[in-house]
Every structure is written in C-alpha cells, then in structure tokens.
C-alpha cells in the first residue's frame, strides 16, 4: 500500500512495519522495558469524552494556532526523533520539508545526520533540540554555533539524563552507534526496498551517515563505537546551568521533558519561553506519568508558559483533548517517522495531512469552530471506564468528573 492511501495513523504504522527492517522498526515503535509509559501515553486519551455543542455555526472552521508571534496553519507539529535518516534517505530533511510546506512547526534532533546549517537554509524556522551536558566547553561554542545557523528556538531535552533499557532494542540487535550484527544484517536483507532505497542510497550518495548536529564541531559515524558515552555530563545538569543558558542565549528557549507542575514554574522563573510535557514517548523512565494526566496541573501552574504536549497523539480527536486541557499544541513523533518510513517525505506530509483532517472533521462534529474557543468544558472524565487493551495505569489516581459550563 502506499502510504498516501492510509486512512490513518494506524495504517502508516503498519505500512511502515512492513517497509523497515525489524530492528529499525522495533527503536522507531519500542519504548523502554515492560513499555508501561508508553501504553499509558495512549490510554490516557481514551480516559476522556467530549461534550458536543450542537446547533452551533460551523460552516467556517479555523484549526490554526499562534506560537511565539508565528500563526501555524496546524496544532500538530513534528517532534525531534534521532537517526530518522535510517528510515528514509535525507529523512532529518524530509521532515523539515514537510512539516514547512504544511505551515507547522519541526524540531530537528541533535541526534541527526544531516548538517543542521543545511536544514536551516532548505527549511527556515526549524527548532533545534540539544541534548547538553554540564559542560560550559560543549554548551558555549553550540550556542554560538546555532545563532549563526540562524536557528530561532533551542529546545532543549532534560529527562535523557543517562540511558534507559530499551530491551526490545537489545533483542533486535539494534544500538547507537549503530553496529552491524548479523540480526540487523539478516533483517536488512528481509527489506530489499529499504535496502536499495535508504541503505544503498545514503552510501553512495553521503557515505556512512554522522552525527552533525551533538555539538558545535561534526561527531563521528553513526557506526563508529562512541568515544566513552555521548550522554556523558548529562547527569550533572540542573536548573542553575538552564539559568545560565536562558543568559547566553538570545532566542526562544524551551525544556523539554516536564512532567511536574514545580518544575514548570521553575522554568517560567528562569525565563523559558516555554515547556514541552512529555515522558520521552515512554522511551526513557518506565512507570513515568503520562503527559495528558499532569498537563492541566502543569498549565495552571506556569500561566505564563506555552506549554506544548507530545506523547501517545494518533488521531486529531487526541489533539482536540490536549488543547482543551490547555496545551497550545502538540507534537508528534512516531506519526511522523511511520509517514517517512512508508512513503518518505509525501509519507511524512501525509501523516500531517490526516491529523489537520480528522481535527477539521471532529470541529464539526464537536460543535467547535476554532480550536483556540477549546477549554476544559468540551471534556468529561470517566474514570469508571475500563481499561485499555495492554493499559498498565495503576498508578494514575482518579479525578472527578469536569462539569459542563
């Protein structure tokens, strides 16, 4: 099928299942050990019921949204995933590109292959999410690096500390610095189309892929074993060395990977712009809180924050919950590398087209002309609802139901 013909999220994901190596596709689709935070990411959503509005003139819809003085024509935008040049040829690229022709906004990873210079030029407007040590050698010259590669907003990630057990990852063979074991090769050769379209093509075209964007001077080969841990220093990081971040630098800052309202107004105390709420995709601290659980505490909190949420969004329903719990947007991960893996760039651009569709449709059927009208009013919580298939949300205390305004 191409992906283009996906009626959904969920198409994509299969369809990208059966165009990449299971290796690939178990880091792109894993979370970390019994992979309960990413299971509760989506449940969550399913913990909420809407109140419709009807007899309300939506004939006229606007889903637009205002982030930092920019209208995007969307409230989803594509978040920072590593290595996503493993699913597709130029896939940092490709995600730019399609998220800027769809007037939303991207965050490239540092954990990317393409030089952050070139996705400037090619995609202006792109964010850049750093992965920082508490290093004043590393942080003061990517700093410097980034303002005069034109980059407006660094996001900076604080919940990758150390690295998680991401056991399907193990079983699979699968690591970075990528290594060439005989379960990747055997799982390569399964996917003769990734072979010659990704594998083949990036090695006579840009020869073993690096890490560009870690820090200010080019690292090494994806394939190349790291000179002692690349997460090194990430440990010590703290509040005090954000501080002096938000001094140094003379753009949008944003922290990602909040989970606590505290937290929050720690960040609106320093000077943020803004938050991401999100636990990694479940990818890093198993049994983490899922972000739509803690967001309206988190909004309440930080009023002064744009407050941002990623995290188990698959249909424009999910987004429609977390902007009427108080997010400004929302990013999306795995929507997007699924998109790119079955189709590319069109892939990518098609996942972003059935979200912005099925929010345009569900506006309608909500009885909401603009999302910017959405509040806590749309929405009931039924906590008496039984669990989702595969949910392991023990830990998520119940709330009372919201009343109708």
């Known amino acids: 099928m191409r992906a283009e013909r996906a009626l959904s999220i969920a198409e994509l994901a299969d369809a990208a299942r059966r165009r990449l190596p299971p290796s690939i596709h178990g880091y792109v689709s894993g979370g970390s050990e019994d992979h309960a935070s990413l299971d509760a990411n989506r449940a969550a959503f399913g913990r909420w019921r809407f109140l419709t509005r009807p007899l309300v003139d939506v004939s006229k819809r606007s889903q637009s949204v205002d982030l930092f003085g920019t209208t995007h024509a969307s409230p989803v935008g594509i978040a920072p ?3 996503s040049g493993l699913c597709c040829f130029d896939g940092d690229m490709a995600l730019a590109r399609a998220a800027a022709k769809a007037g939303v906004p991207s965050v490239l990873s540092a954990a990317s292959t393409v030089p952050l210079e070139r996705v400037m030029r090619e995609a202006p407007g792109t964010w850049y999410q750093a992965y920082l040590p508490a290093q004043h050698a590393v942080i003061d010259p990517l700093l410097a690096r980034l303002k005069a590669a034109g980059v407006a907003t660094l996001v900076i990630t604080v919940d990758v500390q150390i690295a998680s057990v991401r056991e399907n990852e193990l079983r699979n063979g699968f690591s970075i610095p990528l290594r060439f074991t005989p379960r990747l090769m055997a799982g390569g050769l399964m996917r003769p189309r990734w072979m010659v379209e990704t594998f083949a ?10 890490f560009e964007n870690f820090t200010a001077t080019r690292g090494g080969r994806i394939i190349t074993a790291a000179k002692g841990d690349h997460r090194a220093g990430r440990a010590a990081m703290t509040w005090d060395e954000l501080a002096r971040i938000r001094e140094r630098w003379p753009g949008r800052l944003l922290v990602k990977g909040v989970l606590r309202p505290e937290d929050a107004i720690a960040a609106q105390r320093i000077g943020t712009d803004g938050i991401f709420v999100s636990n990694h995709g479940g990818r890093q601290l198993d049994g983490a809180v899922a972000p739509l659980d803690v967001l309206p505490a988190i909004v309440a909190a930080a009023p002064q924050l744009t407050v941002l949420l990623d995290g188990g969004v698959r249909r424009g329903t999910d987004v429609l919950k977390a902007l009427a719990l108080g997010a400004h947007a929302v990013f999306v991960g795995r929507p997007a590398m699924y998109g790119l893996a079955a189709g590319g760039e069109a892939g990518a651009a098609h996942a972003l087209a059935l979200l912005r569709r099925e929010i345009d449709t569900d506006q309608a059927l909500l009885g909401c002309a603009d999302v910017r009208q959405l509040g806590p ?14 949910e392991r949300a023990a830990f998520i205390h119940p709330a009372p139901l919201l009343k109708a305004s």
């Open 81 to 83: 995933m590593g290595v």
């Open 201 to 210: 093509r990036t090695l006579c075209k840009q020869g073993i892929p690096r």
């Open 377 to 390: 009013d749309w929405l009931v919580r039924d906590d008496r609802l039984p669990l989702q298939d595969g």
